[in-house]
């Protein structure tokens, strides 16, 4: 899971918080990130995708810091930035942003444009008067808004141009990274195709890596280079998008990919796969196997008291299945 010129490396990430009263003697965990583990190269996107609450957006969000990691290690550009102070992050983060899912409720309805997109240079202190203009007018420039919109507020706008504000935003600092949090989602479906294909087209010009984060794999598949599947805090299943989409292993993975639409009827040839039960709570885990409790192919006792590590089953494709373990004196 190592790629050549890596810009970000994550090694064994967890994420827990701790909910219940502090004056209890017993209180829960939410394991929400549990020990995850990827690399993104210069230029290249790695797609991130599972069921809603498997741990996805706090990945992206620990990874920039935003929520701090409980542990872990998070190299950026070489740097263990894990181990920085606030004021040593905040140049690092210059180089990090994100865009949120949410384009109504990521820009203060109480600010103009100029002030949303510009105040990246004004926390930075990178720009001011007419440099800052002339630098929230090319932003705005890059991601197809006229200048002429710069003094109107967020309200006026519908939300395929607030989120390419939110983009210009992310962008104006002229950073190396992006976390892309459900960018489309909450979007038109033709407003979709637009804002993906203005993405891929930032990223050749800008030579940016994204952490794209989805539940929509037919979304993945266009804008990745690399997929992760998510399951419970854990990744259960890593590779590249062609071999992923070609030759699922893992269960879980399966089951995912079973569910996507399929337009040619007459190509239809997947078995749509009906997991029972829902996923389990990230407070209390199932032992062994996360996915046990849900998986048609488990295998017993193995799946359910011992936990299955990730590991090359092929030419850089990741598994952590039982399934695809010789013995368990003998996984990876």
Do not use: W
Request: glycine share 6%; charged share 25%.
């Amino acid at each position: 899971m190592r790629t050549l010129e890596k810009l970000l490396d994550v090694v064994n990430l967890q994420k827990h918080f701790q909910v219940g009263s502090m004056f209890l003697v017993r209180h829960n965990v939410v394991r929400a990130v549990d020990g995850v583990s990827f690399s993104i190269g210069e230029g290249e996107t790695l797609g991130l995708v599972g069921e809603s609450g498997c741990g996805k957006t706090t990945t992206g969000r620990t990874v920039l810091r935003l929520i701090e990691p409980t542990s872990g290690k998070i190299v950026f550009d070489g740097r263990d930035i894990t181990k920085t102070s606030e004021k040593e992050l905040r140049a690092v983060r210059s180089q990090m942003q994100i865009v949120f899912q949410d384009p109504y409720s990521s820009l203060n309805p109480r600010l103009t444009i100029r002030d949303i997109v510009g105040e990246p240079l004004r926390l930075h202190k990178v720009a001011q008067g007419q440099d800052a203009r002339n630098r929230i007018a090319e932003s705005l420039s890059v991601v197809g808004l006229s200048v002429d919109f710069m003094n109107r507020y967020p309200h006026e706008f519908s939300g395929g141009q607030r989120q390419r504000i939110a983009i210009a935003r992310a962008l104006i600092l002229k950073p190396k990274f992006l976390v892309l949090d459900e960018p489309a989602s909450a979007l038109d479906v033709s407003v979709q195709a637009q804002l993906l294909n203005l993405l891929k087209r930032l990223q050749r010009e800008f030579k940016l890596s994204y952490l794209f984060i989805s539940h929509d794999l037919s979304v993945v598949r266009f804008m990745s280079k690399k997929v992760a599947v998510m399951y419970v805090g854990k990744i259960v299943e890593f590779a590249s998008k062609e071999t992923l989409f070609a030759s699922p292993m893992h269960p879980y993975t399966q089951a995912l990919l079973s569910a996507i639409p399929i337009a040619d009827l007459e190509h239809k040839k997947r078995k749509r796969i009906i997991l029972p039960g829902t996923p389990p709570n990230p407070a209390d885990p199932p032992s062994g196997c996360r996915f046990h409790t849900r998986c048609p192919a488990h295998l017993g006792d193995i799946c359910r008291l011992e936990e299955p590590l990730l590991h090359e089953v092929e030419n850089s494709h990741f598994v952590a299945c039982h399934l695809f373990t010789r013995s368990p004196n003998q996984r990876e």
